[in-house]
């Protein structure tokens, strides 16, 4: 176990998804997906003290958004599963985020995902990794693929997850806003633009599948999908904007990560990453951009000095 001034540090990455195929509203008020998740390098680190009570503090660039109550997954996590491990100590959780606040890059999953495992060490409670994907399916949609990381397909409303053979290393720019979009606001608007219309059921993309086989990332860019991006775009028109300049700027293929309103765009390898990212904030069409590179392990415990 590592321990970082007598806790234990874990290092999550961000996600986005490759493909979200989005169905109708289920009668639990959730929509059925089917997704293809994949995880990229940015992080956010989770440090888990002990404490009296459960806490969590923040930092990093957008901290100020993040809230410090039961709001907060990571908070809900711990309690969960102190809850569950019938654990009665408490837990200082620290966040040092990197990974965009609101984003559509599932940065609060992620925080949830990393601090089950972290209270799970510090606390010794001896859970599973498969008893943990069952609480982190309780918390969100997108919790158990933070556990799990590298490329995935996930069913149901995301939660159900099957590993995705994938071939390769892929490169990629975000495109980051200075301003935020409610997962709830983005799945009401697609609700609203589809109104009347009969569903098809959701499905997994067998171009996209092959390209991911394959390796190839021209092949990868020409299958990437979001049925969430047309109503990301209705409520932000600002995100055609990026889009259209990260095409036309050599993108192999770009669209909205997971509701938005960051932009993810797939490029080639690291230098054209370097040309793209220029061009993205000489445009204007982002206010930062984020080179990462996928897919990477999920949740995992760190060691001090890594930090």
Not at 261 to 284: C, K, R, Y
Request: hydrophobic share 45%; with cysteine.
């Amino acid at each position: 176990m590592a321990a970082s001034r007598g806790g234990v540090t874990v290092r999550v990455p961000a996600k986005i998804n490759l493909q979200l195929s989005v169905g109708g509203r289920r009668a639990d008020g959730y929509h059925e997906l089917v997704t293809v998740f994949h995880a990229v390098s940015l992080y956010d680190d989770v440090t888990a003290v002990p404490a009296d009570d459960v806490r969590v503090t923040v930092e990093g660039p957008q901290a100020a958004l993040v809230p410090v109550d039961e709001r907060n997954l990571a908070v809900r996590a711990a309690l969960l599963l102190a809850r569950r491990a019938g654990v009665e100590e408490g837990v200082h959780l620290h966040l040092r985020k990197d990974i965009p606040v609101a984003g559509g890059m599932a940065g609060g999953s992620a925080d949830a995902a990393a601090a089950l495992l972290a209270c799970d060490a510090l606390w010794h409670a001896g859970l599973s990794r498969d008893d943990l994907r069952e609480l982190a399916a309780e918390l969100g949609s997108d919790v158990p693929f933070a556990l799990l990381g590298g490329t995935a397909i996930g069913t149901g409303r995301g939660e159900r997850l099957t590993p995705a053979l994938a071939r390769g290393t892929h490169h990629w720019v975000l495109a980051l806003a200075d301003r935020t979009l409610s997962t709830p606001a983005v799945y009401g608007e697609i609700d609203r633009l589809r109104a009347g219309r009969v569903l098809p059921e959701p499905y997994v993309s067998e171009a996209l599948m092959q390209a991911l086989r394959s390796g190839d990332p021209q092949s990868l860019g020409a299958s990437l999908v979001n049925d969430l991006q047309p109503a990301a775009t209705s409520l932000d028109p600002l995100l055609e904007q990026t889009l259209a300049v990260g095409l036309e700027g050599g993108a192999l293929g770009g669209q909205v990560c997971g509701s938005g309103p960051t932009v993810a765009f797939l490029v080639g390898d690291h230098e054209q990453a370097m040309d793209l990212s220029i061009t993205l904030v000489a445009a204007g069409a982002a206010t930062q951009v984020r080179r990462a590179h996928g897919p990477v392990p999920g949740a995992r415990i760190v060691e001090p000095g890594s930090v």
